[in-house]
């Protein structure tokens, strides 16, 4: 039966215009094309609910929908409801892949849903709102390069079985690996306002990754961070310092001890810690032996071992 999903996307401009649309999956596109959205609306234009909802569709600078026939087996109202839940979780998959390329506080705003020729339905998302690095709610704009670029990693995930887990699912699985926990405490600094709770989230996900012991664990993080990432003894010791400094801020935040630091000290640390986090999740993405390594702490601790001390 024929199904068209159509979702808008809050905060979130692409500077050239992607006409019908790029294509996130087989069936899922991004655009931001009037002409394309506008024909795409013309299923909800059949009574006032739906006419009210395209008005106010067509006003959103980016869609993502997905127009095809889905397969019901004798149960339709299933068979819609598991396709759509699964199409809502790849565009929020594919929000949190975007933040690889750049920070931002896109989101799901509403759903839109045509089952067949007669039924037309609006789905509010159960997610909460995003918010930048910084605190804020701001529009983000990604050029059409840096659209492919997040495209291509997302493409990546998806074949992998979406191992790295967009929400906070893994914070309470056990079984999964240290990307997919630092992923979702990144997934829960996007979440809040509180630019306090947000460093302590991105300083858990480093945690998540980096560290293998019980032990000096401020100062193996900071030591492991600057060795990973730095390419000579200046940017090393700049990347050691930096993560000492967020450490000790979160403590002063967080616990309360020391003097506080102001609100715009704790933002602007948030916004550097978000940016050395994305560089330290590419970096191992975009390698698979890196993937390898990171899943396990006998293998880590040795990488670093070698990184530090050198090999045997």
Avoid at 25 to 40: A, E, Q, S, W, Y
Avoid at 56 to 79: F, H, L, M, Q, R
Avoid at 156 to 177: C, D, H, I
Wanted: a negative charge; glycine letters at 6%; charged letters at 25%.
């Amino acid at each position: 039966m024929n199904h068209v999903f159509l979702c808008t996307v809050s905060n979130l401009e692409i500077c050239q215009n992607l006409g019908r649309g790029d294509r996130l999956l087989d069936d899922l596109f991004i655009t931001n094309d009037h002409n394309t959205i506008r024909g795409l609306l013309s299923a909800w234009e059949a009574n006032d609910l739906g006419q009210l909802l395209s008005h106010e569709t067509y006003k959103s600078p980016v869609i993502i929908y997905s127009k095809c026939d889905v397969a019901s087996d004798g149960n339709t109202a299933s068979a819609f409801a598991a396709y759509e839940s699964q199409l809502a979780t790849d565009v929020d998959f594919f929000l949190a892949t975007l933040w690889l390329v750049k920070d931002h506080c896109s989101s799901i705003d509403f759903m839109l849903v045509a089952r067949g020729a007669d039924e037309v339905a609006f789905l509010r998302p159960h997610g909460s709102s995003r918010f930048c690095a910084d605190g804020n709610i701001k529009q983000t704009q990604f050029s059409r390069d840096e659209l492919k670029a997040a495209r291509s990693l997302f493409w990546r995930f998806t074949e992998q079985g979406r191992q790295y887990n967009s929400g906070v699912t893994a914070l309470r699985n056990k079984a999964s690996n240290s990307l997919s926990r630092a992923f979702s405490h990144r997934y829960a600094a996007n979440q809040t306002k509180d630019v306090a709770f947000k460093v302590a989230s991105y300083c858990s996900a480093l945690e998540a990754l980096f560290l293998t012991d019980k032990g000096e664990l401020t100062h193996q993080l900071a030591e492991r961070v600057a060795f990973f990432l730095g390419s000579n003894p200046t940017e090393r010791r700049s990347l050691f310092t930096q993560v000492k400094d967020a450490y000790s801020l979160r403590s002063s935040s967080v616990h309360g001890s020391g003097l506080k630091p102001t609100e715009e000290k704790i933002a602007g640390t948030a916004v550097e810690c978000d940016k050395l986090l994305r560089r330290v999740l590419l970096k191992i993405v975009e390698d698979e032996s890196l993937n390898n390594i990171f899943g396990d702490d006998k293998e880590l601790t040795e990488f670093f071992l070698d990184k530090i001390i050198g090999p045997e």
